[in-house]
């Protein structure tokens, strides 16, 4: 029997075999749908966790940095070292307490210790700062540390990783880089034509506005406000940005920025006198103050006094003592020290055993109103003195390198109400030769410069830098005191004594040169008459003599840093200004104040020079998770 399978049949198998294909490929296509939206969903979760993660981690390094930089400026690099040895900053991370936000992360060191952060000196810089510093560099020595965090999240169902890893320098930039820098309000009121090509920082207000020329050729920034306010008994009526007559020019850019952070500096700032103080009784030479003290940092101090109870002993008391640095610890720290001790010190003793001073000079400063009892120091009979005195060579032999690179001068002798224990510096053309290494001279007293400073070498030939802003023949050097007095060459101890005239050829001055960082003090302005102003940046050096047709060459950096203790008479009006004179006591010269461009050089840093502690983001990166020596682009 056959049996015939119709087309109808062999059409409905065909259909149903079509469907089990479609079925099959639906399937197929539906389940590489569902996976590739799994993928999706775990990708997804991925980048969720890594965004999450990563932004945990750069809030525990930020965390770091803050208290990094809060212990740098507050206690320099060895609050930070020693920080670092005792691990805080490690458990430093974003806490519950803080935010129960945090809880929901495990933070770890990326060496697998759980809530800690990694936080190391990778490395020491020295050089030019990011472009934000432009102009400003950080001295050798300042460290790079590195600080990195790894989080995931402690519910990760993914274990993906965030990271970050910030390089943090702490820059300490000698403050010479400023061409000026006042720790308070910074006036240009009234100054003579002045072109300023370093950088200005006033920690406080700036004040402008003259009618010969001011110009800045590099950055201005303060803290406060940049105004020209009346002044000196004169008006201006001049602010930023308006025409007027006043002729101020800023040329960088931006010309000037106000309102911005006071730059903090590695000493007290409100009572950063005791930098040129001598040390109270029981403080220790290596306690944090007391490192800081020129007194402590110099490799010779010395100290005149007389006996308090007797304002007419004649023959005071000398004491010199040599120290040197042991195992990297200031001079000051030196247990054994040279001591040359001289009572009874008559001119004739001193003759004999220290050449180079005198305590028999007086003169009148007829700005303060007193009499200058000098303690005078005749740098190139100090020179002589330092490479040929046993006692000195023993302590500090040159064969070996140990060169005094700082001088340390007390004047404490009892003076009357009307007397100014003073130091004066004179034969200064030469500095006391020490491999060009540089010399400093510090004292707590208002310091007198007779004639001029560090304008040749031993190898450069007479004043080979005199007259002229070439500082190529000349030692890095500073000038640390109370307040600065210039005399010119011409001066005599007479014309302290002589009524002030301009027509008497007697007070004229002559040209002088002045090659090194001054840093000193200043009496704030009281008010806006002629006779409470400051004097302003330009009287900071202050004259005594008719400068007429003179030029005062001062190639600088200037730093204000304190009040004036001992020299306090406030600044008054001289001759040749309005309104009318009160008292003149000088004529002003030609000023030549030029920024010394040396000290753009980390190596002609000034001995004894403080610093500014600025901490910068040096680089940021993000790391592998468990690698901390990856290298970050730097700014």
Not at 350 to 361: A, G
Request: overall charge neutral; hydrophobic content about 40%; aromatic content about 8%.
């Amino acid at each position: 029997m056959k049996i015939q399978l119709s087309s109808t049949s062999r059409r409905a198998g065909f259909a149903l075999i079509m469907v089990l294909i479609m079925v099959a490929i639906s399937l197929v296509i539906l389940a590489g749908a569902m996976n590739r939206s799994q993928t999706v969903a775990i990708l997804n979760s991925h980048n969720v966790d890594l965004s999450v993660c990563s932004t945990a981690a750069e809030a525990a390094v930020e965390k770091v940095y803050a208290r990094i930089a809060y212990d740098f400026q507050s206690y320099g690099v060895a609050g930070v070292s020693n920080n670092i040895n005792a691990g805080i900053y490690l458990s430093n991370i974003p806490k519950t307490s803080e935010d129960p936000y945090w809880g929901g992360f495990i933070f770890t060191d990326s060496q697998g210790n759980s809530g800690q952060t990694y936080v190391q000196q990778v490395a020491t810089y020295s050089g030019p700062l990011p472009s934000a510093y432009e102009g400003l560099y950080a001295a050798p020595g300042s460290p790079i540390y590195r600080i990195v965090s790894n989080v995931v999240r402690s519910n990760s169902t993914t274990g993906v990783t965030g990271t970050a890893q910030e390089d943090v320098l702490l820059a300490m930039v000698p403050l010479n880089t400023w061409a000026i820098f006042y720790n308070g309000l910074l006036e240009f009121s009234q100054c003579a034509t002045m072109v300023v090509n370093g950088r200005v920082q006033a920690n406080g207000a700036i004040e402008v506005g003259t009618s010969a020329s001011l110009t800045f050729n590099s950055g201005v920034s303060c803290t406060h406000t940049l105004s020209a306010p009346l002044v000196d008994g004169l008006s201006s009526g001049w602010t930023p940005g308006s025409s007027s007559t006043w002729n101020t020019t800023f040329n960088a850019t931006p010309g000037y920025t106000t309102n911005v952070a006071s730059v903090t500096v590695s000493l007290n700032m409100t009572n950063s006198h005791f930098l040129i103080d001598v040390p109270p009784a029981g403080e220790t030479a290596g306690s944090t103050t007391g490192m800081q003290r020129l007194f402590n940092q110099a490799q010779m101090v010395l100290i005149v006094t007389n006996d308090l109870s007797n304002t007419a002993t004649s023959n005071p008391t000398v004491y010199l003592k040599v120290q040197t640095s042991i195992n990297g610890a200031v001079p000051g720290a030196d247990s054994l020290p040279t001591i040359l001790s001289y009572t009874n010190a008559t001119p004739g003793l001193l003759r004999s055993n220290l050449p180079f001073l005198s305590l028999t000079n007086y003169t009148y400063d007829q700005r303060e109103y007193k009499t200058n009892m000098f303690t005078q120091i005749d740098m190139g009979a100090l020179a002589n003195f330092i490479s040929t005195n046993v006692a000195v060579q023993t302590k500090l032999p040159s064969v070996n390198g140990q060169y005094p690179t700082i001088l340390y001068v007390a004047d404490r002798r009892n003076a009357t109400a009307k007397q100014l224990p003073s130091v004066r510096l004179m034969d200064a053309a030469q500095l006391p030769a020490n491999n060009n290494i540089g010399f400093t001279v510090a004292t707590m007293n208002p310091l007198y410069v007779w004639g001029n400073y560090n304008v040749q070498t031993a190898s450069s030939g007479a004043s080979a830098s005199a007259g002229s802003t070439n500082t190529s023949a000349t030692v890095p050097s500073a000038l640390m005191s109370d307040s600065l007095t210039i005399l010119s060459p011409n001066w005599t101890d007479n014309q302290g004594y002589t009524t002030y005239s301009s027509s008497d050829t007697t007070l004229d001055a002559s040209t002088m040169t002045i090659n090194a960082a001054i840093i000193t003090g200043t009496i704030p302005s009281s008010g806006t008459s002629a006779t409470n102003f400051s004097g302003g940046v330009h009287n900071l050096p202050r004259l005594l003599e008719d400068w007429s047709g003179q030029t005062l060459w001062l190639n600088t950096s200037i730093l204000r840093l304190w009040d004036s203790n001992m020299a306090t008479n406030q600044f008054r009006n001289p001759a040749g200004f309005s309104p009318t004179p009160i008292n003149p006591y000088y004529n002003p010269p030609t000023r030549k104040y030029s920024f010394d461009l040396n000290f753009l050089n980390p190596a002609k840093v000034p001995p004894g020079m403080p610093v500014a502690l600025v901490p910068i983001r040096f680089g940021w990166g993000v790391p592998p998770p468990g690698v901390v020596t990856y290298t970050p682009p730097h700014n």
